[in-house]
Each structure stands twice: as C-alpha cells, then as structure tokens.
C-alpha cells in the first residue's frame, strides 16, 4: 500500500471516532438525566426502599467514577469499598475487572499499581505482611469505608429481596478510550 492508501484509513478512523464521540456525548448526557429522574423519584419512596434506590445509584456512579479516574484514586476507591485485606494483584484485578483503563501507562498495570500504592498516606492506607509474606493493604478511614460498604450491602440485599433488578453491564467496562489527536495540528 502506498502513503495515501494509509492517509486516507487514518482519515476516516478519525472520523469514526468522531462519530463514537458524539455518541458518547448523547449517552452521557442520557445518562446524567436518568440519574437526575431517578434521584426525584426515590422522594416519593418510604425511607426503606429510598435508601436501597439512591445506594444502587451511587454504587453505579462509584463504579464510573473509578472508569473515569486517574489510578491513585481508582486504587483509593477500591480500597476503601473492600472489606478485607488486598494483596497489590487482588487491587489491580479488581481494577481490571471495573474497567480501568491501563492502556495509558508505559510499565505493566501490575507495576503502576504497586507503585500507586507504596506511594498511598500512610494516614489513608496501613500495610502489612500476610501469612504468605504477601504485603496487603487496608483502608484506614473507617466512616468512608462503612459507607461504602453500605452501600454495597443494600445493593446485594435488594438482589436477595427482589427488589431493583441487576445492573446490565456496561459497554465502556470493554471499550478503552482513546486519546483525541487533532491530525490537522501543525508542530
């Protein structure tokens, strides 16, 4: 293939992504509005059931947010949203599992997360040794971590009690974003 065959791919993968791109927009957009309706609904709920209402949704914004956020802070959610102990592969599984989006590091996400987490306060996180020799991590805050789990809690329970139904999965816990590159900036 000669260089326009190639100039002319690139051009119409940027405009794909452009058209992704204004999809995402409209579903977010969507999205922020279902929240803003479901949020006004719950105050027509007793408190019981409101309660379980706005946990589910916060547990779907956490969950976002850890997609969306830079990794010292998806490594601080999940931390203080888990109960036990979290050996550094356990973190950057559950990480992987909530879909975050590793592919902007240059090392290995295993390595970004050790790294991420030796340089955590040590007021925010406590280590130690396991059994095993494995260092664990814990989360110290104690109100944020009783509020997640919470939260998380009520969400299981609404599961056990056939209350709300699950969560579908989400698309972007499998597309990984791309960096926007304008092909028409001049160096």
Known sequence: MDAMNYITM???AFEKMDQLQKQRESIDADIMKLEQ???????FLP?????????????????QRVRDSGLT???RTVLAAAEDWMTT???RDKLIALGFDFSFYTTNPLAS?????RRLKPEEVESKSNADGVTVFH??????????VAALRQV??????GGLPPPPPLASAYIRPTPTLDVNKKK
Do not use: H, P
């Open 10 to 12: 690139a051009k119409n």
């Open 37 to 43: 309706f479901i949020s006004a609904i719950a105050n």
């Open 47 to 63: 408190d019981d059931q409101r309660e379980v209402v706005m946990g589910r949704l916060q547990s779907m914004q956490d969950l």
């Open 73 to 75: 802070e998806a490594v």
């Open 89 to 91: 592969t356990q973190v």
């Open 113 to 117: 997360v050790s790294t991420t987490l």
């Open 139 to 148: 989360w110290k805050d104690e109100t944020k971590l009783a509020a997640r």
């Open 156 to 161: 299981v329970e609404s599961k056990k009690s």
